[in-house]
């Protein structure tokens, strides 16, 4: 196995700490690579299997962060460990320790009152799809055109929200041609943070690679953890980076 420069760097790293580690994987595009169809996006088996390797080791725990419902993220991982905590829908949802439970509380009449008039302006803007999750929506563009289609959706999207007299209630999320409709108080970052509350005294690693994923690299970055990156182009910079989810796998077998 022939691993990246960038990929030794982090394991060099992380290995010189000699430190518990806590381990937080976003799926799609770090874990998995983006699909066309999310519904097809499977974690390969030569993952899971490392995954669960590490989730048995004294000194590691383990964590996928997902902006899916955490129904589709077992679907998609089949993984059912009491050593894994899944979070889904952006930290709304947690399987933790055998158990699932809600982080936030669930704001859907307000997410109804715009759903359908939101999809609207955005399937006038470009073509793609819905993909309804229990605690929000997210419109996929699947549009070939050369545009900004993402920031124009937003701009829609955020203005009716602003109209329905909703901006302290719900808020919209941007990411790689995607947008989300949710709750405010709903990220990554937060449900992260439930996790380290939960488990103190670990050296925290974050990997992502979208928008979504900011509010957790900020929050293992204040405590005094690593934030890791897969997208250079993010609006916020990290240590260190990583460029497919090859790496990352690579990073999980040379762990094991």
Request: some cysteine.
């Amino acid at each position: 196995m022939k691993l990246s420069k960038k990929t030794k760097n982090l394991l060099k790293f992380v290995k010189l700490k000699k430190e518990r580690l806590f381990l937080f994987f976003d799926y799609d595009g770090v874990l998995v690579s983006l699909q066309n169809n999310p519904a097809t996006a499977y974690l390969p088996s030569k993952v899971k299997k490392g995954l669960l390797e590490l989730s048995f080791k004294k000194n590691i725990k383990v964590a996928l962060v997902s902006g899916r419902n955490l129904h589709l993220l077992k679907k998609l991982t089949k993984l059912r460990s009491k050593n894994i905590t899944l979070i889904g829908s952006h930290g709304l949802e947690m399987y933790y320790k055998g158990t699932t439970k809600h982080i936030f509380d669930k704001n859907l009449k307000d997410l109804k009152k715009v759903k359908k008039e939101a999809t609207k302006l955005a399937k006038d803007i470009a073509s793609g799809f819905v993909e309804n999750k229990p605690y929000s929506f997210t419109y996929h563009i699947r549009d070939k055109r050369k545009n900004d289609f993402v920031q124009k959706i937003c701009s829609a999207v955020n203005s009716l929200i602003k109209k329905r007299g909703l901006s302290k209630k719900l808020k919209v999320l941007k990411g790689k041609k995607m947008v989300e409709i949710l709750p405010c108080d709903v990220n990554k970052g937060s449900a992260v943070e439930k996790l380290i509350s939960l488990s103190p005294k670990y050296k925290y690693v974050y990997f992502g690679d979208d928008v979504t994923d900011i509010s957790a690299f900020k929050t293992v970055k204040k405590y005094k953890g690593i934030p890791v990156s897969l997208n250079k182009k993010l609006p916020y910079k990290t240590r260190y980076t990583l460029d497919l989810p090859k790496d990352v796998w690579d990073f999980i077998d040379n762990l094991n």
